[in-house]
């Protein structure tokens, strides 16, 4: 096959501003955790209404740090969809976790909420959303289905944890105008090459929990107390804690 009769599954569309935008980057010096990373975190936190955004490597870090916050440990179980990528079960096993799947429905492709209820138990620690090709998935049925079975084991209901790699900008039905990604705990986003807005690589993870946010502003550096905007800045020290 010659160049010319290649047909791209996807070309991102990249024009003059976005070019710019890369050249003040590497023209500032700061190539990570700089102003614009902040910048960035600020107006898509903003913008999906999230009181805290957190910038990561990929969709994928989101949802670890999302599980890792939560308290996902050894021997705990998280609910996954069948119908997901691989990432939803391997973030559920780094935290040494057991992915338990359940069906999807026919009309949203999301996790069919009757199927989640009947899977949760008293090892449940969380339960992963997947919003799919931009179509949210069922959150206030899959909501009411996990309380109902949590309020029958006696149980607090386990937190929802959203993969919203596919579902920027999907608003959700009847929920005040809210975006997919943002009704959970915590909501991660995909910047992939194919998705509607990206940065190469890259993910940002939601939550209006101040803990978690925190947490995760830690863990996404290996556990180091000062980013590198906070240790190498005019008002920053080289001193941190893991």
């Keep these: 096959m010659k160049p010319a009769d290649f047909i791209p599954f996807h070309r991102p569309s ?53 599980l890792e916050g939560i308290g996902v440990g050894q021997d705990d179980e998280v609910i996954i969809p069948t119908y997901t990528f691989a990432a939803s079960g391997e973030t559920v096993l780094y935290q040494r976790a057991r992915p ?10 999301g996790a069919d909420p009757a199927a989640v209820g009947a899977a949760v138990t008293e090892r449940t620690k969380a339960v992963e959303v997947v919003h799919i090709g931009g179509l949210p998935a069922d959150l206030a ?15 607090a209901a386990p937190p929802l944890v959203e993969d919203a790699a596919h579902a920027f900008p999907s608003p959700m039905p009847s929920s005040d105008g809210r975006f997919a ?19 190469g690589e890259g993910g940002m993870l939601v939550t209006d929990d101040d803990d978690l946010a925190a947490r995760a502003r830690t863990m996404r ?12 800045s005019a008002a920053g020290n080289w001193f941190y804690e893991i």
């Excluded at 990604?181 to 940065?199: D, H, L, N």
């Design 141 to 155: 049925g899959i909501q009411a289905s996990v309380q109902e079975a949590a309020r029958g084991l006696g149980i």
């Design 14 to 66: 990249i024009g003059g501003s976005e070019r710019q935008a890369v050249l003040d980057v590497l023209d500032s010096g700061w190539l990570t955790t700089g102003s614009r990373a902040q910048e960035f975190e600020q107006r898509f936190g903003a913008f999906v209404g999230s009181k805290h955004a957190v910038a990561v490597n990929s969709a994928t870090a989101a949802l670890h740090l999302a």
């Design 221 to 232: 550096l290996h556990g180091i107390s000062h980013d590198a905007w906070k240790r190498y």
């Design 100 to 109: 338990v799947l359940v069906d999807v429905a026919a009309d949203s492709l």
């Design 181 to 199: 990604g943002t009704v959970g705990r915590a909501g991660a986003f995909s910047f992939y090459a194919t998705k509607t807005i990206t940065t």
